[in-house]
């Protein structure tokens, strides 16, 4: 097979292996590791990590084939769903399967994967991006997963509600806090609904235990509490 058919067919996969170079050329292992040298060589197919290639430029797409199943979410995903126009210097990864390497740099950009229990693994949408689909978190549970994971702080998260209320599904979001069910999450982003004027968050009651957190989990933990939601208040917003 000619080195353009084979580039031809590559074009198809965002990321591609020995396996499959070897598939499509119909040789063996040993002379498509041969091929993968000479292209790599010749900068005309770029190694992501071991035994994984790509053609592909977008960063998305990339990130988003190099572990099944998984979708993109946090900063990643509050961009691209316009809820920030703050550029991620992150691309975060989360699934449900264990990484040996949870980070990788590629093309300067790096790349976390991050693995959650499968309870909290949904919320995502698929989408297209060029060529090809990509998984990535909704609005609503890009919120969630960001203070979930403690990967964003609660003012920014609560600058993002404010600022997008009217683009927030808030029963979408209440009914995910549900489905999670993790009382910390639900206290926190109770509160953060009510000083944005949100209402709808009576269902939320019956998970609230006596157990007082603190608002933002990186800050001391001082400052006024807050009965009805059992948060020590130590934000300023």
Not at 52 to 57: A, S
Not at 75 to 84: D, I
Not at 117 to 135: A, M, Q, S, T, V
């Amino acid at each position: 097979m000619k080195k353009i058919e084979l580039l031809k067919e590559l074009e198809k996969y965002p990321v591609f292996n020995i396996k499959k170079i070897r598939d499509i050329s119909g040789k063996d292992s040993n002379y498509a590791k041969l091929l993968v040298y000479r292209l790599k060589k010749d900068n005309l197919i770029y190694e992501i990590e071991k035994n994984k290639y790509t053609l592909q430029n977008d960063i998305f797409v990339i990130a988003s084939r190099l572990i099944w199943p998984s979708y993109i979410s946090l900063w990643s995903a509050l961009n691209y769903n316009k809820l920030t126009e703050q550029i991620p210097q992150v691309i975060s990864i989360i699934t449900i399967k264990r990484r040996k390497n949870r980070n990788i740099i590629f093309n300067n950009v790096k790349i976390e994967f991050i693995k959650v229990k499968p309870k909290y693994f949904f919320g995502y949408k698929k989408e297209r991006l060029g060529d090809f689909d990509i998984f990535i978190a909704e609005k609503e549970k890009a919120i969630l997963d960001s203070i979930l994971l403690r990967k964003v702080s609660v003012s920014e998260i609560y600058e993002i509600i404010k600022g997008h209320i009217q683009e927030i599904n808030i029963n979408i979001l209440i009914s995910y806090l549900i489905k999670l069910k993790n009382k910390a999450l639900i206290k926190r982003l109770g509160i953060i609904l009510e000083k944005c004027g949100v209402d709808k968050y009576n269902n939320l009651k019956r998970f609230i235990d006596y157990k007082y957190i603190s608002l933002d989990f990186a800050l001391e933990e001082k400052g006024k509490k807050n009965k009805k939601w059992r948060i020590i208040d130590n934000v300023d917003f």
